[in-house]
């Protein structure tokens, strides 16, 4: 079994985003990176998960990000609000059953594996963000039809929401930053 840690940044303790990174990309990777900068200047509470070792198996990964869920010191009241990239939207079924918004980028909508992410996202129990590209197999913004989740898709983005002009990418990590920021603070 992969070992993990939970890192947090201390802000506000009734509003506590949880950050799950992807497989191979971390919370330092651009996209997760930014969007805790914008919610730690928002005065959030930010809770960093990071595998001690190599990412886990899927089926690992959903067990153990669902428990981390769960488990977030979120005082009564409070506001929970999840910020996944890839692999960390196998935590959005616990996510909806726990009634939690999301922020999911590049999540997994494709292929066998991709069944409980794309019913959680049907069943639409809490308002959700989604970030994809159109070049990334692992997309498909055409699932999405729950009436509280905002899709910002992204032409030609691939899985790491890039496309070869490194000026473009930047543009785009801007954009889907400031999709994330006025998102939580609509929560």
Same mark, same amino acid.
């Given at each position: ?10 802000? +506000? ?7 799950? %990174?992807?497989?191979?990309?971390? #919370? !330092? ?11 730690? $200047?928002?005065?959030?509470? =930010?809770?960093?998960? $990071?595998? +001690?070792?190599?990412?886990? +198996? ?25 910020? &996944? ?8 079924? =616990? @996510? $909806?059953?726990?009634?939690? %918004?999301?922020? /999911? ?11 409980? =992410?794309?019913? &959680? ?5 809490? %308002? ?8 990334? %197999?692992? /997309?498909?913004?055409? =699932?999405?039809? @729950? ?36 998102? &939580? #603070? !609509?929560?």
């Amino acid at each position: 079994m992969t070992t993990w840690q939970i890192s947090t940044t201390t802000g +506000d303790p009734t509003r506590v985003a949880t950050i799950l %990174p992807g497989s191979g990309y971390t #919370a !330092q990777g651009p996209l997760l990176w930014y969007a805790a900068k914008a919610l730690r $200047a928002a005065g959030w509470s =930010v809770r960093t998960f $990071a595998w +001690d070792e190599l990412s886990p +198996d899927w089926g690992e990964a959903r067990q153990v990000y669902g428990e981390s869920l769960r488990d977030a010191p979120v005082p009564d009241g409070g506001r929970h609000l999840v910020v &996944a990239k890839s692999l960390g939207s196998f935590a959005l079924p =616990v @996510a $909806a059953e726990l009634g939690l %918004p999301g922020v /999911w980028l590049t999540p997994v909508l494709t292929g066998d594996a991709s069944e409980p =992410v794309r019913a &959680a996202l049907a069943a639409g129990t809490a %308002p959700g963000l989604l970030a994809g590209g159109t070049a990334d %197999p692992l /997309w498909d913004g055409g =699932v999405v039809t @729950a009436p509280d989740t905002e899709v910002l898709e992204v032409d030609g983005a691939d899985h790491s929401l890039e496309v070869g002009d490194w000026r473009v990418s930047h543009e785009i990590l801007a954009r889907v930053t400031g999709a994330v920021e006025r998102f &939580a #603070a !609509q929560l």
